[in-house]
């Protein structure tokens, strides 16, 4: 591929972003639009009808102010926690990238250049190979440059981890001491119920709890059944609540009996956050719904190599000469060869990713998740390792020497293996960068699923604003992998094709435009990861090139970098696994002095209602008694098609001037 082929990528994504941009600013003013692009919250402050102007139908940038005046606080109140850790995400790989690209253009780009001593072209028909480290001699005394770049890069992005880790960690206490009352840090889950015949489930739990925490125990709500028949039949899982948030803590982490698959318990997640199907789970099954899901999960990467190696295969022309003769006369054209190489092989796994993140989502919900929150998450960190995977691994493995290899001969192999095959392979990359990166970022803003829905709902069955669903939630489940996968390449093709640098940055850029938890450790392990094997590669890259001085220095480098992971995960990691026993009494002794709990007590009692149709006298708590719920067929149709609308958990979170709805 030559400079011309990556340029014509470029120019289509830049045109594609410049057209749905405008269509975005345009539509982003019609009335019709406001559930789509601002959310029902703010919807129903606005005007519903405006007189008609030139100015709607004129594109305006005035968007990108608003997005890039936007705040911290702003976003922590709208959008939540997780809204403001998604953005310092973005924020972090600006800062990094910037300092990478500058280093890497005045440092490693020229050293790749005038690496061998050949006649150089015309900029725009040199090969981009010459850009790489592919193009350094062997035995060359400038590759220490590559290895002082790796260096300031590793860093650089060390010292922004640690601080970014500190100061969500910090972000994350206060916006959980200074929150109201959470129905949730009095719960807890108790699943794996043992079943008696002379006694229901509410009189167990009650028994139980009455014994074995007398002091503490402040009431329960047993997690009901629903089917078609007229009254409810309960199931081996309640919601337990305390008289503090101590002793929620306490009696969630600690082995109730014997018998570990017995009255297993758990933190509750918050009342809007609950995915109450789940819920009705056996515990019993979980295991082997892990298992058969992991199981799931490796047929559907194996399968998934199918297209990627078809992608794959359209870099190499020769190869598509061989099995299809008849165009041979077509990839003789120059437009046509820039087209092929430069665009259509990054554009077609686009869309077979597209496929992805649903059929994970399905994954994470047979697992048997009780939350939305963390049905996301499990979803988030498959794909993304699915990404990474079929993204750079398989596509290094199958467009390279390595796949005529049918084993590595041993472990201590991989690096060079690695040096040998990544850096043919980042130019790929390269236009990867652009069509996934660039044109997502624009339909994400247009945000055509939505918008399609609305249309439909507005004009083919004909619903009015008020009965329209304006409340979406923003997939942090594929948007998050998205960026940390940008990253990933970003860190190791940094000095190996530095070409990559300038139109990563802009993705970010234009990201933190367009975008405005717990989920930062998942980008502090990819970065770390990122790092590692961007380190491993250039160990491998050294020993090719024959620099012993560079391969020594790369050693303390990696093991470095391992020890500052290990200090992260010792330092912050269990603050978000759990809460602190020191701010959670504090807490209960604030409301105590304040004389809240009896608020508490209340709030708590009725915040957990199963049925969202239902109400408040219909939520079961055992102060109310065991009773069975009379509901008509029709009522627990609705009820159960209301459970299982996806509550904004993950805010909305389109672009700055929407929003959020949600978040905690």
């Given at each position: 591929m030559d400079i011309a082929a990556l340029l014509t990528s470029a120019g289509i994504n830049i045109a594609v972003c410049v057209v749905l941009f405008t269509l975005y600013s345009i539509l982003r003013k019609q009335p019709s639009n406001v559930n789509v692009y601002f959310g029902r919250r703010l919807a129903s402050r606005r005007s519903k009808s405006r007189d008609l102007c030139l100015?709607?139908?004129?594109?305006?940038?005035?968007?990108?102010?608003?997005?890039?005046?936007?705040?911290?606080?702003?976003?922590?109140?709208?959008?939540?926690?997780?809204?403001?850790?998604?953005?310092?995400?973005?924020?972090?790989?600006?800062?990094?990238?910037?300092?990478?690209?500058?280093?890497?253009?005045?440092?490693?780009?020229?050293?790749?250049?005038?690496?061998?001593?050949?006649?150089?072209?015309?900029?725009?028909?040199?090969?981009?190979?010459?850009?790489?480290?592919?193009?350094?001699?062997?035995?060359?005394?400038?590759?220490?440059?590559h290895c002082l770049a790796l260096y300031i890069i590793t860093l650089t992005a060390c010292t922004l981890l640690y601080s970014e880790y500190k100061s969500i960690t910090n972000l994350r206490l206060v916006h959980i001491?200074?929150?109201?009352?959470?129905?949730?840090?009095?719960?807890?889950?108790?699943?794996?119920?043992?079943?008696?015949?002379?006694?229901?489930?509410?009189?167990?739990?009650?028994?139980?709890?009455?014994?074995?925490?007398?002091?503490?125990?402040?009431?329960?709500?047993?997690?009901?059944?629903?089917?078609?028949?007229?009254?409810?039949?309960?199931s081996a899982a309640a919601f337990v609540f305390f008289k503090s948030r101590y002793d929620a803590l306490t009696v969630s982490q600690s082995l109730q009996t014997s018998n570990p698959m017995l009255w297993v318990t758990e933190l509750a997640p918050e009342p809007q956050d609950v995915y109450w199907p789940n819920l009705c789970i056996p515990y019993k099954q979980l295991w082997i719904r892990k298992l058969f899901t992991f199981a799931a999960s490796v047929t559907f990467?194996?399968?998934?190599?199918?297209?990627?190696?078809?992608?794959?295969?359209?870099?190499?022309?020769?190869?598509?000469?061989?099995?299809?003769?008849?165009?041979?006369?077509?990839?003789?054209?120059?437009?046509?060869?820039?087209?092929?190489?430069?665009?259509?092989?990054?554009?077609?796994?686009?869309?077979?990713?597209?496929?992805?993140?649903?059929?994970?989502?399905?994954?994470?919900?047979?697992?048997?998740?009780?939350?939305?929150?963390?049905?996301?998450?499990s979803a988030c960190s498959k794909v993304l390792y699915f990404t990474i995977w079929n993204v750079f691994f398989v596509n290094v493995f199958a467009g390279s020497v390595i796949s005529q290899l049918a084993v590595f001969s041993s472990l201590t192999e991989l690096p060079a293996q690695l040096a040998k095959a990544v850096p043919a392979q980042a130019t790929y990359f390269t236009t990867y960068?652009?069509?996934?990166?660039?044109?997502?970022?624009?339909?994400?803003?247009?945000?055509?699923?939505?918008?399609?829905?609305?249309?439909?709902?507005?004009?083919?069955?004909?619903?009015?604003?008020?009965?329209?669903?304006?409340?979406?939630?923003?997939?942090?489940?594929?948007?998050?992998?998205?960026?940390?996968?940008?990253?990933?390449?970003?860190?190791?093709?940094?000095?190996?094709?530095?070409?990559?640098?300038?139109?990563?940055?802009?993705?970010?850029?234009?990201?933190?435009?367009?975008?405005?938890?717990?989920?930062?450790?998942?980008?502090?392990?990819?970065?770390?990861?990122?790092?590692?094997?961007?380190?491993?590669?250039?160990l491998g890259v050294f020993g090719i090139k024959e620099a012993p001085i560079a391969s020594g220095f790369t050693i303390p480098l990696l093991i470095c970098t391992v020890l500052f992971h290990q200090y992260c995960r010792e330092r912050f990691l269990p603050v978000f696994k759990n809460n602190a026993t020191q701010v959670l009494i504090d807490m209960d002794r604030r409301d105590e002095r304040c004389g809240k709990m009896e608020q508490i007590y209340e709030l708590v009692n009725s915040a957990y209602c199963q049925f969202s149709g239902s109400t408040?006298?219909?939520?079961?708590?055992?102060?109310?008694?065991?009773?069975?719920?009379?509901?008509?067929?029709?009522?627990?149709?609705?009820?159960?098609?209301?459970?299982?609308?996806?509550?904004?958990?993950p805010p909305v979170l389109h672009s700055f001037d929407k929003p959020v709805i949600g978040g905690k």
């Open positions: 100015d709607r139908f004129v594109p305006s940038p005035t968007w990108v102010m608003k997005a890039w005046e936007t705040t911290q606080e702003e976003m922590l109140t709208t959008g939540g926690l997780d809204a403001v850790v998604f953005s310092r995400m973005v924020v972090f790989s600006i800062r990094v990238f910037s300092v990478a690209a500058i280093i890497c253009t005045i440092l490693v780009l020229p050293v790749n250049y005038y690496g061998q001593d050949r006649i150089h072209k015309n900029i725009p028909f040199e090969s981009l190979e010459v850009f790489t480290i592919e193009n350094v001699k062997e035995g060359s005394q400038w590759l220490w440059a001491t200074s929150s109201q009352p959470n129905p949730s840090h009095f719960a807890i889950v108790v699943r794996g119920i043992p079943w008696s015949s002379e006694q229901s489930y509410c009189e167990t739990v009650k028994k139980f709890f009455s014994f074995y925490h007398p002091t503490t125990y402040l009431s329960h709500q047993v997690v009901y059944k629903s089917g078609v028949v007229e009254k409810l039949k309960e990467v194996l399968v998934f190599l199918i297209p990627v190696t078809f992608a794959q295969g359209l870099t190499q022309l020769e190869k598509l000469e061989k099995m299809f003769p008849f165009l041979t006369g077509m990839l003789q054209k120059k437009f046509v060869i820039q087209l092929v190489t430069g665009y259509l092989p990054s554009v077609i796994l686009v869309l077979f990713l597209y496929a992805v993140p649903p059929v994970v989502m399905l994954f994470s919900t047979m697992e048997g998740c009780i939350s939305r929150s963390e049905r996301k998450k960068v652009l069509s996934s990166g660039w044109a997502s970022l624009a339909f994400e803003i247009m945000q055509l699923f939505p918008l399609f829905c609305n249309l439909f709902q507005r004009f083919i069955l004909g619903y009015n604003e008020d009965t329209m669903n304006g409340d979406l939630t923003f997939p942090y489940h594929t948007e998050v992998p998205r960026i940390l996968l940008f990253g990933f390449l970003g860190f190791t093709c940094s000095i190996l094709a530095p070409l990559i640098l300038p139109f990563l940055l802009f993705y970010f850029v234009l990201a933190y435009l367009v975008y405005r938890n717990q989920l930062w450790p998942i980008a502090h392990n990819t970065t770390v990861i990122s790092l590692l094997v961007a380190q491993v590669i250039a408040q006298s219909e939520c079961f708590s055992s102060h109310q008694g065991e009773r069975e719920l009379d509901r008509t067929p029709k009522d627990m149709e609705t009820g159960k098609e209301n459970r299982q609308e996806d509550i904004s958990w």
